[in-house]
């Protein structure tokens, strides 16, 4: 149990119904995919090209940590008023238009209207955008202030809803199962990651032939494992760096659980810790993480995993390490497909 109250979810975790609904859609898919004819359009290998990228080179990001005690000195904003600009300057195109001879010669007036017409429309829902943004990085900036303070105290409320606020999770939700933050002490930070199971990565590889043609090949069983090495040791890597940006705490622990076949064989699987890493500012601080392989990386920093290219990864004992971790996702019925 965390001693500031139980553990944070950033990221839910699916419950087991879940988890099994999906893996047996891609099964069905899988069995489709065999028996279907094989598109081979070119998309399709840059949109295995961008898949690959994402789950192998996630840790390839900058490390640039925010400083509170700075924020702290910095006053509040009034949010920006709404200006219309660009809208405004559209309806001045659209009321100023006056037909030319080519428009008057060819009839073209109601088209030119129409043109412009269409880019008032175009020109107000680019301001609201605008509006938008600059209203939420105002408000961003009206919390930090607020809680820059309880920050620099490594109050656990404030490390809280700095993280929910500033972790970017349309980048890493895909890439992860489960993401939840704990305190088990003062000033010690445990991140719980859930990693996507091996049957959830890709089992076949997309490239484009001479012909600029996707061709799909069949990922070998021994490659798929080093695949999931890859991508287990880059997400850690990326959700330690993104938690250390935040929160100003000089060393964090990492620990990474994914679902693995039972020790009992019994068909299921079970969730396991598979690898751990403490994660200290300095590291971070001395490297780029941009140019690094992340396995080398990730072990290089002191992390332990039990891993061979023949069974993947195994569980790892955590028992001195003292770590709180989250609660079990409940038993529930699984979302419509």
Not at 275 to 300: C, I, N, Y
Request: overall charge positive; proline content about 6%; some cysteine.
């Amino acid at each position: 149990m965390d001693a500031q109250g139980g553990p944070t979810t950033i990221i839910a975790t699916m419950s087991r119904v879940d988890r099994a609904t999906k893996k047996a859609l891609r099964e069905r898919e899988r069995k489709e995919r065999s028996t279907a004819r094989r598109s081979a359009a070119p998309e399709l290998a840059a949109r295995y090209a961008a898949l690959f990228e994402q789950m192998t080179r996630a840790h390839c990001v900058k490390y640039e940590r925010r400083d509170w005690v700075k924020i702290a000195e910095v006053g509040p904003v009034e949010p920006a008023v709404r200006a219309h600009a660009l809208e405004k300057k559209a309806r001045r195109a659209l009321a100023n238009y006056r037909p030319g001879i080519i428009d008057g010669l060819f009839g073209l007036q109601q088209d030119r209207r129409r043109a412009l017409a269409a880019k008032v429309l175009e020109a107000a829902k680019k301001d609201a955008e605008l509006y938008g943004m600059a209203r939420r990085n105002a408000d961003l900036h009206n919390l930090d202030i607020s809680l820059a303070a309880a920050m620099t105290a490594l109050d656990y409320g404030a490390i809280e809803t700095a993280l929910q606020a500033h972790l970017p999770i349309p980048a890493l939700q895909p890439i992860l199962e489960g993401l939840a933050v704990a305190m088990p002490g003062p000033g010690r930070l445990v991140v719980h990651i859930d990693m996507l199971e091996l049957d959830a990565l890709p089992d076949e590889s997309v490239e484009l032939n001479d012909a600029g043609r996707s061709v799909h090949a069949l990922i070998t069983p021994t490659a798929r494992h080093e695949l999931q090495l890859a991508y287990v040791c880059s997400a850690a890597l990326r959700v330690g760096l993104e938690v250390m940006t935040v929160v100003p705490i000089d060393r964090i622990d990492i620990l990474v659980r994914c679902f693995l076949p039972a020790a009992k064989a019994r068909g299921e699987a079970e969730q396991y810790p598979i690898a751990h890493l403490r994660l200290t500012h300095e590291q971070l601080k001395a490297m780029d993480l941009r140019r690094m392989e992340p396995v080398s990386t990730f072990t290089a920093l002191g992390g332990r995993l039990d891993w061979d290219v023949g069974r993947g990864f195994a569980p790892i004992a955590i028992e001195d390490l003292k770590l709180s971790g989250p609660a079990a996702p409940p038993e529930r019925l699984a979302a419509p497909a």
